[in-house]
Structures are given as structure tokens and as C-alpha cells.
């Protein structure tokens, strides 16, 4: 069935004068079962009620998303998440206490308010509260729990600015929350917390050391997630993500040895005619003769990183780069989650700097 385009209305929230007509023409919408792009700390969340059957399943088909893919439950109060779950144990109350709001989705026993469609059939449920206060006003005036997923077309980066949200799915959704960059700019570390001991299924905004702290027992994967035997995986995670239209490949190894293999690698690829771009740390940048190259932050700043990686990989495809050399980052805080996109965007394909 072809899909109707839709007139998609964008709303400016950060100006104090509109804010509020802004925030009530979005809960409205969600209200009526439409469908509304909204500012998280994260990325751009595209949000449905998610106990209207019928509005979440139009979020998977404006996204081209999988419908074993499950959604994200946002919240705007801790004590929002009681209906939602089956049980809610000390463990959960103490992380909610701790770190909501905030970028940790907890994976827990779903209740039966929760459609199917949401879980993709699970028996648990993935909840966050934001700590964005226009998605939390948004929630809390919708009156419902909201179902979202990153604003993007599936595969694609995520959407961490209004823009990268309409170039995606303009005509496709009611209304976009333009309530600037996001924060954080990587998703949410989800959380699985049903199995026997508590294991990271996709790392994110909430470092992994973060959680060690209120639990010993952690089991967090390596990189490459989707390949670990015996961890549960989320759902999510045999898709294709991130993914630039370009290569990438992905240059690990100490931070010298990196620099002079990606000046090497430039050089050859351009021999071979390859319009070649690189994704590099501010120290190394001006090193390097590519035809495109992309600043993502400071080498010993992870958090500048994960803000930037995003918008970079977006604008590395817009420069119609053939090839993209990307450095390996730091893996300690959130370099880990962005060490986990840049892996999952070169498609396994690394090159050991030596
Ligand atoms: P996105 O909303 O695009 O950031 O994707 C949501 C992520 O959360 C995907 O990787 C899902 O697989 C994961 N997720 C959501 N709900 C669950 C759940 N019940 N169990 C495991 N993973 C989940
Ligand atoms: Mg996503």
C-alpha cells in the first residue's frame, strides 16, 4: 500500500513565547494517534501513544523499521513505569533512582497494558525517562506513555538536530519538536535487567562504568555485540545501522600508529581514484590530505564524540565520498558507544594500524 504524504509541521520549543502552544499542538496530536519527532538528550525520538495500537504501527512504517525491532517507552515521571511492567524489583527502583532521568533504558517483565506491537511480541518492555525537560513536558501533557524510536529513516544515522529529523521524514509524520542539538548525541544504553545477572545490550549515553558502581555483576559485552555468544541481544542489533552510503573503515590501534596508516591509506586510495574522506580527532586532523576530513572532537574527549558523531556521518555522506577512514576513539565513559556505531557503520571492516 502507498503511504499518503503528510504536510509535516515543525515547531520551534526553545522559544520561551511558543513554547507552550508548541508543547500542547504535540500532545494534541499524540492524543489524536499521530505521530510527533521530539528533542530527547539523546537523538530525535519519533513518538506515538504507545497504548494506541494503530499510531505505533504508522511509527514503524514512516521509519521503514522491522517489526521485530521493539520500541523504547518514554516516560515523564519515575512512577509512570508501575502499569507498564510486571514486577519492578529493588534493583530497577534503585538505577531509576539513580539514573532517571536520563539516557538508560531499562529492559523489564512488560505488564499487559503494553500492545504486542510495541514489544514486537517480547515478554519485557524497554523503559526511559529523559532528562530533556521539552520531552518530559511533552509526555506529561500528552497524558500517555509514548513509544519512540530515533527519528530516522531505519539504518540511517540518528537524527540529533530538527533538520536531520525533516530531511528524513518530511511527509511522513504530523509534527517536529525543533528544540535544537541534542545533548548527549548517542541513544540510550539499554539495560537488560530480566535475566540472571544484568547485562548492557547496547551500549550508550550511561557509561558502563556508571552502572558497575550499583552493579558488580554487569556483563558488558565486547564491540562487537551482535557477535557475542550466549548474551541476549537486542532485537535491534542484527540490523544494519549507521550505515553512510560511503565504505568506512574503521582504523584501530595506538593513536601515532593510527594517524600514519589512515596518511598512508589516503594516499593509495586516491591513486586509485577514490574520493577519500576522513573522520578524525582534533589533533590529527590537519595531518591529514584527504579531499573531505571531519573533525568528530578532541582525542581524550569522548563526550565531545558522541555529540558530533551523528551530524559527522551525515555530512560525510553529503560530501559523496567514496571511502571514509574513521580513527578508533578512547573506550573509556561514552567513547565506548561511539566505538560501537563507528564499528557498526564500517560493517566489521577495520584496519589494524601496525
Ligand atoms: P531505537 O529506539 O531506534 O534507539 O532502538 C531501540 C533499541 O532498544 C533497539 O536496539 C531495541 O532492540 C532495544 N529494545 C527495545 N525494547 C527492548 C526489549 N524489550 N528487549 C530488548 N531490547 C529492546
Ligand atoms: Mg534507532
Known sequence: MKQEETTTLVLDVKDP????EAIATAAAILQKGGLVAFPTETVYGLGANALNEKAVKSIFAAKGRPADNPLIVHISDREEVLPLVSSFSMTARLLAEKFWPGPLTMVLPVSDAVPKIVTAGLDTVGIRLPANDYARELISAAGVPVAAPSANVSGSPSPTSAEHVYHDLAGKIDLILDGGSCEVGVESTVLDLVGSVPVVLRPGGTPAEDLLRYLPDLVVPGLDVAEVEGIPRAPGMKYRHYAPQARLLLVAGAPEKVAATI?????????????????????????????????LGGRERPQEAAQHLFAALRELDDSGADIILAESTDQSGLGYAVMNRLWKASGGDIIQAR
Open 263 to 295: 596518511r598512508k591509506e589516503i594516499a593509495s586510495w586516491q591513486a586509485r581514484g577514490s574520493k577519500v574522506a576522513v573522520l578524525a580527532s582534533r589533533e590529527n586532523a590537519a595531518g591529514y590530505k584527504a579531499d573531505v576530513v571531519v573533525v
Open 17 to 20: 513565547q511558543n513554547r507552550k
